[in-house]
Nanobody
Framework: QVQLVESGGGSVQPGGSLRLSCSAS????????MAWFRQAPGKEREFVAG?????ISDYVDSVKGRFSISRDKSTVYLQMNSLKPEDTAVYYC?????????????????WGQGTQVTASS
């Protein structure tokens, strides 16, 4: 089982930017689909963005045009711009067992510990 470690969370004012990183314990992520989820207090965990092994990306509508996901051999990144208060949540990195898009929480077995992102004035 791969270990995933997130970093880069923090607190910014609305309109600010953060870059999250997710490092894998394995030397390579291979061709698996990688994703970022988030969970706000009192809400269910939701899919935010994902990227396939060949670089095809997917986003939830609420972050399109503001967030950008990318990956290299062993790390996945989430660049978050124009942050809004409603983006405040714990962000989790996850690895799908499949090479194609997966947006359901139950489809993932490998999760990071989460990193807090807060956008507040």
């Amino acid at each position: 089982q791969v270990q995933l470690v997130e970093s880069g969370g923090g607190s910014v004012q609305p309109g600010g930017s953060l870059r999250l990183s997710c490092s894998a314990s394995e030397r390579t992520l291979g061709n698996t689909y990688m994703a970022w989820f988030r969970q706000a207090p009192g809400k269910e965990r939701e899919f935010v963005a994902g990227i396939s092994g060949v670089g095809i990306s997917d986003y939830v509508d609420s972050v399109k045009g503001r967030f950008s996901i990318s990956r290299d051999k062993s790390t996945v990144y989430l660049q978050m711009n124009s942050l809004k208060p409603e983006d405040t949540a714990v962000y989790y990195c996850a690895r799908s067992p499949f090479p194609y898009i997966s947006t359901g929480v139950s489809e993932y077995r490998d999760w990071g510990q989460g990193t807090q992102v807060t956008a507040s004035s």
